[in-house]
């Protein structure tokens, strides 16, 4: 009966109905690891509730203990982050890995990354490539935007415009908010980009509020550029800053 219930509650979530899930997740936290796990995202995201990363991580550990595979990834994100507990790159690395192991494809995509910036190991970007070679052929969209700028960039690939506008195209198809950024970047809209450019800004704005540095400065690039004077400023401001 319980499992009918949590399974209940779990599509109730996944369609953003969080008022009737999260009522659910917290009573079966104690005794299903599923309902920890999905009870750590509410808290983390603070879906229904107040926002606290110290009860996210609880749930999230709750959840690794009882081996559910999602909340190790989850956990290495804290960890990451700084979230809900002290911040230890290393920590975070040996959990995605973990995770890895899973065939979890955002933690391959993280393991990816510190290969990428040479986080706790060695930068390799060829490592880098190579893993997100392999979640491209699960048309992974973010995979195939990296590759594609990678070739765009000349950046650990010989540069080849052709490689990377069909590999940045092969992202858009699969869906990638940052391929369709990075055509916006480039002057070339796609199609399906039917965001205006108030709303790059705003975007942008929210990435800086969640300290999310990388995203913000690039949608704030491309308001700036497509002239809008709040965004000039803010740019501005943030490269005076350092």
């Keep these: 009966m319980a499992e009918i219930i949590l399974a209940e509650a779990i599509k109730n979530y996944q369609v953003k109905n969080y008022k009737d899930a999260f009522p659910v997740f917290k009573k079966l936290a104690k005794s299903q690891t599923e309902a920890a796990y999905y009870l750590g995202l509410m808290y983390y995201y603070g879906h229904y509730t107040n926002q606290d990363y110290s009860l996210a991580f609880k749930q999230f550990k709750k959840a690794w203990e009882g081996l559910y595979p999602d909340a190790i990834y989850m956990l290495g994100v804290c960890y990451e982050e700084g979230k809900g507990v002290e911040k230890n790159p290393s920590q975070a690395f040996e959990l995605y890995q973990a995770a ?101 800004y705003l975007a942008g704005i929210s990435h800086f509020e969640k300290q999310e540095y990388e995203a913000a400065l690039l949608l704030l690039e491309i308001a700036a550029k497509e002239k809008h004077m709040d965004a000039i400023f803010k740019l501005s401001e943030a490269y005076l800053k350092g």
């Excluded at 491209?136 to 650990?156: P, V, W």
């Design 100 to 200: 890895a192991k899973n065939e979890s494809e955002l933690a391959i995509l993280k393991i990816a990354k510190f290969y990428e910036e040479g986080n706790v190991v060695a930068k390799s970007l060829k490592t880098a490539i190579e893993l997100y070679v392999k979640l491209s052929k699960t048309n992974n969209a973010y995979a195939m935007y990296k590759i594609g700028s990678f070739y765009l960039e000349g950046k650990g690939l010989k540069k080849s415009l052709e490689s990377a506008y069909m590999w940045l195209n092969k992202a858009l198809s699969a869906g990638s908010i940052e391929a369709m950024n990075y055509f916006r970047y480039l002057g070339s809209k796609s199609k399906t980009d039917i965001r205006s450019t108030d709303e790059i």
